[in-house]
T-cell receptor, first 111, second 114 residues
Framework: GQNIDQPTEMTATEGAIVQINCTYQ??????LFWYQQHAGEAPTFLSY??LDGLEEKGRFSSFLSRSKGYSYLLLKELQMKDSASYLC????????????WGAGTKLIIKP | SQTIHQWPATLVQPVGSPLSLECTVE??????LYWYRQAAGRGLQLLFY??????ISSEVPQNLSASRPQDRQFILSSKKLLLSDSGFYLC?????????????FGAGTRLSVL
């Protein structure tokens, strides 16, 4: 089967750093996506990884290890507005259209 | 720039009533289009996707259907809603020929079937 695992919920402090992990087991691999979803709103695209390594974009970075089936999203200098769910999704090699979605990690930021 | 419109934002419907949700994309041509459903606290479930006018692929057997009457219009329908159809419905689009195929979402419709 195809599966994506993420922690259900995490808590962090404003100004700190948090790492959200994602592990996947899929029939193939053709890219991994991270999305941010605020409560009651639609997901918005954050990052894309297809090769091993770190992709940095401002306060957010995403890392991928294809051999380990593992990714993480790193959020630095946390702000209260970063309180949201973070969704990990994988495109399996046998389909260019379908994404396999994790259930999301709810991140709670405390002052 | 590209924009995606989805309406209505909220909908309350009785069991057994019909459903029609509409999604339109502006600023691009021949997009891939998607309908998702998200149950509370759950991941996104792909319902339908379309790579062109009249071309619909269904991922989950259910009492819902989709149509693409125009290049940038995607409609989700049901003849008779069930209680289990309640959820957050999201329309998304992606470029048809981009390597990354990033999906961009509309604002969503929160459907409550009572």
């Amino acid at each position: 089967g195809q599966n994506i695992d993420q922690p259900t919920e995490m808590t962090a402090t404003e100004g700190a750093i948090v790492q959200i992990n994602c592990t996947y087991q899929t029939s193939g691999f053709n890219g991994l996506f991270w999305y941010q979803q605020h409560a009651g709103e639609a997901p918005t695209f954050l990052s894309y990884n297809v090769l091993d390594g770190l992709e940095e974009k401002g306060r957010f970075s995403s890392f991928l290890s294809r051999s380990k089936g593992y990714s993480y999203l790193l959020l630095k200098e946390l702000q209260m507005k970063d309180s949201a769910s973070y969704l990990c999704a994988v495109r399996a090699q046998d389909s260019n259209y379908q994404l396999i979605w994790g259930a999301g990690t709810k991140l709670i930021i405390k002052p | 720039s590209q924009t995606i419109h989805q309406w209505p934002a909220t909908l309350v419907q009785p069991v057994g009533s019909p459903l029609s949700l509409e999604c339109t994309v502006e600023g691009t041509s021949n997009p891939n289009l998607y309908w998702y459903r998200q149950a509370a606290g759950r991941g996104l479930q792909l319902l339908f996707y379309s790579v062109g006018i009249g071309q619909i692929s269904s991922e989950v057997p259910q009492n819902l259907s989709a149509s693409r009457p125009q290049d940038r219009q995607f409609i989700l329908s049901s003849k008779k809603l069930l209680l289990s159809d309640s959820g957050f419905y999201l329309c998304a689009w992606s470029y048809s020929r981009a390597a990354k195929n990033i999906q961009y979402f509309g604002a969503g419709t929160r459907l409550s079937v009572l």
